[in-house]
């Protein structure tokens, strides 16, 4: 028998490998499935199973393309529909691998049809249960992704239930392989190991503590910020289906001459620009938006972006198709070029270009005590209320698609985050949208108060 958890930072998602006797299943793949069939060949096992924990919100899988390329069966659990062919496991139902078994937990409470995977081992003890978005290493599934078919309560009740009746009665020792780690918005605060055992999550995590069910829902649904709108429309194309990897890829790929690009931009595509902020900010295209693959950077560009938003792309040479690969993982599927030869193809052809004024703390304490400049802070509601510049605007990144035209584009704007990731997104989204007046704080709220010339304040209310 052979694990492999195959862990994508910039996600917090884990996929897994596992392999028996020449079998091979594929839990929770993502939508660049090559992986996992390179990794088979490498290993000389064919790939069975593609085991599905549940409808992921934030990222498509790639289970239909693998099942294509290689003839495995995709299984959900109970209650699943598709418009796709799947194996619908029963609760309890047996799936042998080469030599393993595993046994299907179905555990609503993330969703309707969640479920967790136990692994048995050849003598039939049990060894590792995959738990998908149901339990997290310190934490469990939000129950607020239905968009209302189902309310949170009534899902958080579900999985008070699963826990308790699925997960909590296995041995101590069974090694907890969740879907996502830190950093992931399907749980509230989820810890920063990516796998643990039972004994050890039933001591330490808040939601496996001994409480009644009523506590558990108030628990759960109690300070959950909203899911980003690209979750259910990813659960969409997870449930109906999507166009192929490949076909998303070639299109998002194509060489795009600087006057092909101008047509698309005349077209209505937006720019997304992939290069790192201390690089964007000296030189872009007009309209472009900055999220740098230095960070959470499909993430942030499905949450602050529409996914079915044409998109144009300007890379650095030769991280073109990780650009591209990225966007396709949450769900952009028109993608429909990148600049040829990059930035430098632009300056070339002697185009206009647009910067974005970066200042340092010091700069930045100087604005806010002699001029007019309104501090933007852009950080997450736990970040805010923790610790922020007194006066300061509260505009979090993940709302501002909607809320800058609250903002005035005549004013000045001294926008920062924590450390400057996304202070750079928030200052080239807006002079996308013809504010001209933005700066830039390099290294955010920590360089800040580093400095430490300015009144803070504090109000410890709400949570990330």
Known sequence: ???????????????????????????????????????????????????????????????????????????????????????????????????????????????????????????????????????????????????????????????????????????????????????????????????????????????LQPMTKELFVKTLTDGIQPAPAYFFKDAALNKQGYATFEEVLNSGLRKLSVADFEKEIKAGATIIDTRIPDVFENGFIPGSINFGLNGQYAIWAATVLDINTPIILVAEPGKEQESVERLTRVGFEHLLGCLNGGFEAWLDAEKRYDMVISIDAEEFTLDVKHSDAIVLDVRKPGE????????????????????????????????????????????????????????????????????NQLPFVSEKVGQN
């Not at 595993?102 to 995959?130: I, K």
């Not at 149901?134 to 239930?161: N, W």
């Not at 006066?391 to 450390?419: R, V, W």
């Open 1 to 207: 028998m052979y694990i492999e958890q195959l862990y994508t930072n910039c996600l917090a998602q884990a996929a897994y490998y596992i392999e028996s006797n020449g079998e091979a299943a594929i839990i929770d793949p993502l939508r660049d499935y090559e992986t996992y069939i390179n990794k088979a060949k490498q290993r000389g096992a064919k790939i069975k199973y593609i085991f599905e924990t549940h409808f992921h919100a934030d990222f498509v899988s790639g289970h239909i393309d693998l099942s294509k390329q290689t003839g495995a069966t995709i299984i959900y659990g109970p209650s699943t529909k598709t418009n796709y062919a799947v194996h619908v496991a029963q609760d309890g139902e047996r799936i042998l691998l080469g030599d393993v078994w595993f046994t299907v937990l179905h555990t609503p409470g993330h969703t309707p049809e969640s479920s967790c995977y136990l692994l048995q081992d050849t003598d039939g003890n049990p060894y590792a249960v995959f738990t998908g978005d149901t339990l997290f290493v310190g934490d469990v599934g939000r129950p607020d992704l239905l968009d209302g078919l189902i309310t949170k309560e009534e899902l958080a009740s579900m999985m008070y239930d699963s826990l308790r009746n699925k997960l909590m009665v296995l041995p101590d020792n069974v090694i907890v392989y969740p879907a996502h780690g830190a950093g992931s918005a399907c749980g509230k605060n989820i810890g920063k190991e990516t796998h643990s055992t039972i004994g050890e999550q039933k001591q330490n995590n808040y939601a």
């Open 384 to 451: 805010f209320n923790d610790l922020h510049v007194e006066k300061a605007i509260f505009q979090p990144l993940d709302k501002l698609n909607n809320d800058y035209k609250n903002l005035s584009p005549e004013k000045e704007y001294l926008i920062h985050c924590a450390g400057g990731y996304r202070s750079m997104i928030a200052a080239s989204f807006l002079k996308a949208k013809g504010f001209k007046n933005v700066k830039n704080v390099w290294g955010g709220f920590a360089k800040i108060k580093e400095f």
